[in-house]
Nanobody, 116 residues
Framework: QVQLVESGGGLVQPGGSLRLSCAAS????????MGWYRQAPGKQRELVAT???????NYADSVKGRFTISGDNAKNTVFLQMNTLKPEDTAVYYC??????????WGQGTQVTVSF
């Protein structure tokens, strides 16, 4: 069984920064994609950023230039550095790891609130 544990969410003012962390444990295929998704109230879950075990990153247009995804393959960790946060970034952020086209695991989510 795979478990994902997120940390680093919280309340921040517009223009501020936060860093999210996610650690995966269990039996994880070495060729995988780890990433972050978010879900705001009343909206569908959406992709924020992903990072493959080969180091290739992908970002949603709404966060390009502001968010940076990084990770450590050996430790099965992924991080999301979020800068210049906006109120519209407010959401529950979920960590995900997937491989093989059909295997996917989710974390429990961490709340990010951007507000004065």
């Amino acid at each position: 069984q795979v478990q994902l544990v997120e940390s680093g969410g919280g309340l921040v003012q517009p223009g501020g920064s936060l860093r999210l962390s996610c650690a995966a444990s269990g039996t994880i295929f070495r060729l995988n994609i780890m990433g972050w998704y978010r879900q705001a109230p009343g909206k569908q879950r959406e992709l924020v950023a992903t990072r493959s075990s080969a180091g290739v990153s992908n970002y949603a247009d709404s966060v390009k230039g502001r968010f940076t995804i990084s990770g450590d393959n050996a430790k099965n960790t992924v991080f999301l550095q979020m800068n210049t946060l906006k109120p519209e970034d407010t959401a529950v952020y979920y960590c995900n790891v997937r491989w093989g086209g059909s295997t996917s695991y989710w974390g429990q989510g961490t709340q990010v609130t951007v507000s004065f």
